[in-house]
């Protein structure tokens, strides 16, 4: 179906790669499960939309990790509610026209549900293959995310769910949380295991200054990482070395950055307008938490073309150029190169 403008952004089947499961989770379904649980005497937390009122998206990142370890995480506390509300990301990624989505989650004890880490990564895979029958032009894996928090036994227990779950869908481990905690060259053990293990890495790379010191940029760099989340506080040498691996994933999040003023100035301003046309590294545009700043895919899409003047084939080949760095094999390639325009 065509616009004024060319394309319908909805319609145009997309991928994803780049969505924080209990960041995607809509303010309204987060609603949903606080009444259900209200009714039941089982929370006293305020009701989600007043705690985040639709329209609100300018969290940034004093406020925005703390909505989940204060807020969102004592909502969404047992297999039910983690069940329903990760139904609920995957219905709406599909409505919004996602035909393949990575979507990642820190592994969770739930202790007052009776879940381990295990039963989280386990009830998020069958939510995932309940959805996959309801939806099923849209295909789900999962990435385990290691919190930069993390103990070195911690983040060896993500990667060795990361393999017990390999047969039902983890593809991937990444690094992710606040970027102002922890050191990463702590992390170097578990990333080799998880590569040796066959599994990717995408890592959270330069999305603050206080995560892009030359000594974190150099650990990371030495991964070898098949993807990199934001990229944003990168200086000259590194996005040298950068533009020079073929085939490496670029996760970028626009409104994210925007709203939570990660980057100076607006759109116009990201980092997009730098990379997409580099040779080497494979841009893709992603959410990373559409609950929190409320751009689905499709309006990610729409910033991109109104924002840096892309042409619909350049915005057609873009999008299908990420079919190269997605984490399934080449039976889900295969599909994807006969579904995406
Ligand atoms: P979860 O892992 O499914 O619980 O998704 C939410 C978590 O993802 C947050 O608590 C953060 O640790 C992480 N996260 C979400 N967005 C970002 C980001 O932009 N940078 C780093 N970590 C993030
Ligand atoms: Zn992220």
């Known amino acids: 179906m065509m616009l004024e403008r060319g394309l319908d952004f909805v319609s145009m089947p997309k991928i994803e790669l780049h969505a924080h499961l209990t960041g995607s989770i809509s303010r309204q379904c987060l609603h949903e499960i606080w009444e259900v649980k209200k009714a039941a005497g089982k929370t006293d937390l305020e009701d989600p939309l007043l705690v985040m009122p639709p329209g609100r998206h300018d969290y940034d990142l004093k406020t925005f990790f703390p909505l989940f370890s204060s807020y969102i995480y004592n909502l969404v506390n047992d297999a039910g509610s983690l069940e329903h509300s990760t139904k609920s990301v995957i219905r709406d990624f599909a409505r919004d026209?996602?035909?393949?989505?990575?979507?990642?989650?820190?592994?969770?004890?739930?202790?007052?549900?009776?879940?381990?880490?295990?039963?989280?990564?386990?009830?998020?895979?069958?939510?995932?293959?309940?959805?996959?029958?309801?939806?099923?032009?849209?295909?789900?894996?999962?990435?385990?995310?290691?919190?930069?928090?993390?103990?070195?036994?911690?983040?060896?227990?993500?990667?060795?769910?990361?393999?017990?779950?390999?047969?039902?869908?983890?593809?991937?481990?990444?690094?992710?949380?606040?970027?102002?905690?922890?050191?990463?060259?702590?992390?170097?053990?578990?990333?080799?295991?998880?590569?040796?293990?066959?599994?990717?890495?995408?890592?959270?790379?330069?999305?603050?200054?206080?995560?892009?010191?030359?000594?974190?940029?150099?650990?990371?760099?030495?991964?070898?990482?098949?993807?990199?989340?934001?990229?944003?506080?990168?200086?000259?040498?590194?996005?040298?070395?950068?533009?020079?691996?073929?085939?490496?994933?670029?996760?970028?999040?626009?409104?994210?950055?925007?709203?939570?003023?990660?980057?100076?100035?607006?759109?116009?301003?990201?980092?997009?307008?730098?990379?997409w046309r580099v040779d080497g590294p494979i841009v893709v545009p992603c959410t990373d938490d559409v609950g929190v700043f409320g751009s689905p895919l499709s309006n990610e899409w729409r910033l991109i073309q109104k924002h840096f003047n892309l042409q619909r084939e350049e915005i057609l080949g873009l999008a299908r150029k990420g079919i190269d760095v997605i984490f399934a094999g080449d039976d889900e390639r295969e599909r994807l190169r006969g579904v995406m325009w």
């Not at 996602?98 to 969770?108: A, H, I």
């Not at 330069?206 to 070898?224: G, N, Q, R, Y």
């Not at 990229?231 to 994933?249: D, F, M, N, W, Y």
């Open 97 to 275: 026209g996602v035909v393949y989505l990575e979507l990642r989650t820190t592994p969770r004890a739930m202790p007052l549900a009776g879940l381990d880490k295990a039963g989280y990564v386990g009830a998020v895979l069958r939510a995932i293959e309940d959805a996959q029958e309801e939806a099923p032009m849209l295909h789900t894996r999962l990435i385990l995310s290691i919190d930069r928090r993390n103990t070195l036994d911690e983040a060896g227990e993500v990667v060795a769910l990361a393999k017990l779950f390999r047969d039902r869908g983890v593809v991937a481990v990444d690094l992710c949380g606040d970027p102002t905690k922890g050191d990463v060259s702590l992390f170097t053990p578990v990333l080799e295991e998880a590569k040796a293990a066959g599994l990717k890495t995408t890592i959270h790379f330069a999305e603050a200054e206080a995560s892009a010191s030359e000594a974190e940029l150099s650990t990371i760099m030495s991964w070898m990482p098949d993807r990199l989340g934001h990229v944003i506080h990168v200086p000259e040498t590194v996005k040298r070395q950068i533009a020079e691996l073929s085939g490496i994933g670029l996760e970028l999040c626009l409104s994210c950055n925007v709203h939570a003023k990660m980057i100076v100035g607006s759109f116009e301003a990201h980092h997009f307008g730098e990379w």
